[in-house]
């Protein structure tokens, strides 16, 4: 991806040729997007005014070309400027409108931003070339070396102090989306995504009824706790054992299967398992869900507007439904760290290995002396487990459960951020959450788009489009995911990443 | 008396093996000693890798029986004793004796101790290989880990269980001269290589008898020269019988102590390497007959 060859000139040369292209773009967005005819309250035609429009596409090719064509630079840097140039020509747009006018002097900020992502390129160029050298030399071995454990610190530190963060920048108001719209929802989708990799990504099982097990937790939660009253405490580990006890129970049966028979068979298990919901009215109330679940407390302390027995007044704070929505987001995030940990270690154990191994051949390993059913089976109990856990949390977040939530929909689009992410590693699928459940909330707000298609327009309804045509451009560049190269579990001398060429997809 | 004679480690009966109405192994019975390169031959297609899946438990017979002895040797008694005991294995003092039909694949080589190598390398391409070696340890490791639970919270006799298995996996990778290449992934090596790994994963599991399919197929002369020593060392420095498939004759001639000719699924000759490759029935087998009355009609119509 190295365009430098082609090109052959320097900044000079990219930046006439993408100033050229810029103006080729904006002579075609003229008449389409600059003028615009509308009827007036009199039936006229009259002529509207765009020309933001036309020049943030103008500015949206030009740093684009940019980016494409300046020498010396990494695919990854070429990204991220094209990505801040497009931030950028958004936002200007944006402002022209008149749509958000808080922020002072919006052409500066967006001028700012594209301009520091072009000095940053220029001043990385030459390491991303060297990286982008070494890369090409050693294959995929400097992956895991760039990434040293402060990075992990790092990130794990970062999103326990995102919520304090939005909190401290936003307030109480402006936070509650940031918290729980892309921190809360998209953290569930992670730990779904890491218990589904333990299934699909090591032991090379394609379950596509993955959302029954999730579905399973949180029953368990809304009707052990709206019947018995037992606490969200009590139930958070009984939901991972009830759903991995229906893991082992499909197991047992379905796990012979191989392949293609295999994903038709817990495809049906997702769909029994929500039918049954539906019918078994007695129990689950069926279509109308079971309302009222307990919320979640701080360990025995409510977030309630109290001056007695609220958080807030125990704590001596002033009263928000923040810090519900916060300590949900811990919640969530130390399950999902737990899955986490729980995979990463257990891939260092001989069942993990197994595991892995019989994704990659199980003739081979049942000659080994591998028992594969029973390893197998764990597998799909612990991937169940996970999904109880995670169940449990989406009930007593929405203190509402019914069986629209649990629909083969979710089970594509969990399986989607495995594939995506790259079977079976752990950071790719944390990032294919972000990007599809970030992706997915970010479309919904995107109000630019109405400028462009009309007021009628509604984004959240192309979401799937955006979605399914996100995934087949992924599948077509890079088939295996975001991360597609494995680390091994146990080294003799050097730990260098596997490419993905030889790692096998399982076949059930 | 020969080995295979007096010390028997493998004993397969009246094996027959039918797909629909194929017969691809009919009324089969052969020893395997204990100490012994025993190679099983014949034309494509005789059914030699049907006895092998039959053996480690990839097939079940339609009819016959295959007992091995883990220790001591077999002794027509004890087989008799436990084949009517319905059970699947007798431990005694003399011999730990096992019915390999009625056994899954994974008990086969776990309990029995019966490895083997496929004729299309099956090695876990997107692993390491020493993630390979270490896979075949996997029964020891369990359990030493306690069935995961102990390795999860770290015990000490776990960590010691794991470096004795790096141990015995650096060990075998240094007798294949694949120390360098321990890290690598198994699919990135050549095809040699790949060949000498699979048998060398096979020996991790601590196997009696080492069953290979063609381990010899697709190397150079010079590869083959060091297969030849491979397994010799393992017949006599690690005291582990062989069985093997071959169709190099010369691998076969120049390693095995005894050779079984196949042809048809029915055995055409059993003996020392010498005696067979006198046998007219195996010319006739191997290189087709000159005059159809000169040998048995059966044999003839081979390659």
């Not at chain 1, 019918?279 to 001056?307: E, H, K, M, Q, V």
Request: charge should be neutral; aromatic fraction near 10%; proline fraction near 4%.
């Amino acid at each position: 991806m190295d365009l430098r060859q082609e090109t052959g000139g320097g900044l000079w040369e990219a930046l006439r040729d993408a100033g050229a292209a810029a103006l080729v773009t904006a002579g075609l967005s003229f008449p389409i997007l600059a003028l615009r005819t509308v009827e007036n309250l009199d039936n006229k035609l009259e002529l509207e005014q765009r020309w933001p429009l036309m020049f943030g596409a103008a500015m949206l090719v030009f740093f684009g070309r940019l980016a494409a064509r300046v020498p010396g630079a990494g695919v990854a840097a070429r990204w991220i400027v094209f990505v801040c140039a497009a931030f950028a020509a958004i936002y200007l747009v944006i402002d022209a409108w008149g749509m958000d006018a808080d922020f002072p002097a919006p052409e500066l900020v967006a001028l700012a931003v594209a301009l520091a992502a072009m000095v940053g390129l220029w001043l990385t160029a030459p390491f991303a070339a060297t990286s982008a050298l070494a890369r090409k030399q050693q294959g995929a071995r400097a992956f895991l070396g760039a990434r040293s454990r402060h990075m992990e610190f790092a990130g794990v530190f970062a999103l326990f102090a995102f919520p304090l963060l939005a909190l401290w920048l936003l307030g109480p108001q402006g936070s509650l989306k940031w918290i729980n719209n892309y921190g809360v929802q998209i953290l569930i989708y992670v730990m779904l995504g890491w218990g589904l990799n333990i299934v699909v990504g090591l032991a090379g099982l394609l379950d596509l009824g993955y959302v029954a097990f999730y579905a399973v937790g949180a029953y368990t939660y809304a009707l052990l706790s709206t019947v018995f009253g037992l606490s969200f405490w009590i139930c958070l580990p009984l939901a991972g054992l009830f759903a991995a006890f229906w893991g082992v129970l499909l197991g047992i049966p379905v796990l012979r299967l191989r392949g293609d028979y295999l994903a038709i068979v817990t495809l049906g298990f997702g769909e029994i398992i929500r039918v049954v919901l539906i019918n078994w009215t007695d129990l689950t109330n069926g279509y109308a869900g079971i309302s009222s679940i307990p919320r979640i407390t701080f360990f025995g302390i409510p977030f309630i507007d109290d001056d007695e027995t609220g958080f807030a007044a125990r704590f001596g704070l002033e009263f928000s439904p923040i810090h519900r929505t916060i300590f949900l987001f811990y919640l969530i995030l130390c399950l999902a760290l737990l899955t986490n940990a729980a995979t990463l270690r257990l891939r260092r154990l001989p069942i993990g290995r197994a595991w892995e191994a019989l994704r990659e051949d199980e003739i081979a390993c049942r000659s080994l002396g591998v028992d594969t059913v029973s390893t197998k089976l764990t597998a799909f109990a612990l991937g169940a487990m996970f999904a109880g856990f995670a169940g449990a949390f989406f009930a007593v977040r929405q203190n509402f459960v019914s069986p629209e939530s649990f629909t083969f929909g979710e089970s594509a689009t969990i399986l989607a951020i495995v594939v995506l992410g790259g079977m079976g590693s752990q950071l790719g699928v944390a990032a294919a959450a972000v990007a599809l459940i970030g992706g997915m909330e970010i479309l919904r707000e995107l109000d630019i788009l109405k400028q462009v298609f009309g007021e009628s327009f509604d984004p959240a309804q192309y979401r799937m489009l955006v979605f399914g045509l996100a995934m087949v451009v992924m599948m077509i560049w890079k088939p295996r995911g975001v991360v597609s190269s494995r680390a091994p579990s146990i080294y003799l001398r050097s730990r260098a990443a596997i490419s993905g060429e030889h790692v096998g997809e399982g076949r059930g | 008396m020969t080995r295979w004679l007096s010390e028997p480690l493998l004993a397969v009966d009246h094996l027959s093996m039918r797909f629909g109405g194929l017969v691809a192994v009919d009324d089969f019975s052969f020893v395997a000693g204990r100490g012994d390169i025993t190679a099983l031959i014949g034309p494509n297609g005789a059914g030699k890798t049907t006895v092998f899946n039959c053996i480690t438990g990839f097939y079940k017979p339609t009819i016959g029986r295959i007992a091995l002895a883990r220790s001591g040797k077999i002794e027509a008694t004890g087989v008799e004793a436990l084949t009517r005991s319905g059970r699947r294995s007798a431990v005694s003092q003399t011999c730990d004796l096992y019915l390999l039909e009625r056994m899954p694949g994974h008990e086969i080589a776990r309990s029995a101790r019966v490895g083997r190598t496929f004729q299309n390398i099956r090695l876990f391409q997107g692993m390491t290989v020493l993630e390979n070696l270490i896979v075949a340890q996997h029964n020891e490791l369990m359990r030493a880990s306690l069935m995961t639970v102990g390795g999860l919270i770290g015990l000490p006799s776990y960590s010691q269980a794991e470096k004795l298995a790096l141990d015995k996996a650096a060990n075998w990778l240094e007798r294949i001269g694949l120390l360098d290449r321990a890290d690598d992934a198994a699919g990135a090596l050549p095809y040699g290589d790949q060949r000498r790994l699979e048998i060398a994963r096979a020996m991790c599991a601590d196997p009696v008898l080492l069953c290979l399919d063609e381990p010899a197929a697709g190397l150079n002369p010079r590869e083959s020269g060091e297969l030849n020593d491979l397994l010799l060392s393992i017949r006599d420095k690690d005291r582990v019988s062989i069985l093997l498939i071959e169709h190099d004759m010369s691998v076969v001639m120049k390693i095995s102590d005894h050779v079984v000719v196949l042809d048809y699924g029915r055995r055409i000759a059993d003996g020392a390497p010498v005696q067979v490759r006198e046998d007219p029935a195996v010319i006739a087998a191997y290189l087709g007959v000159a005059d159809a009355g000169e040998t048995k009609a059966s044999v003839g119509g081979g390659q």
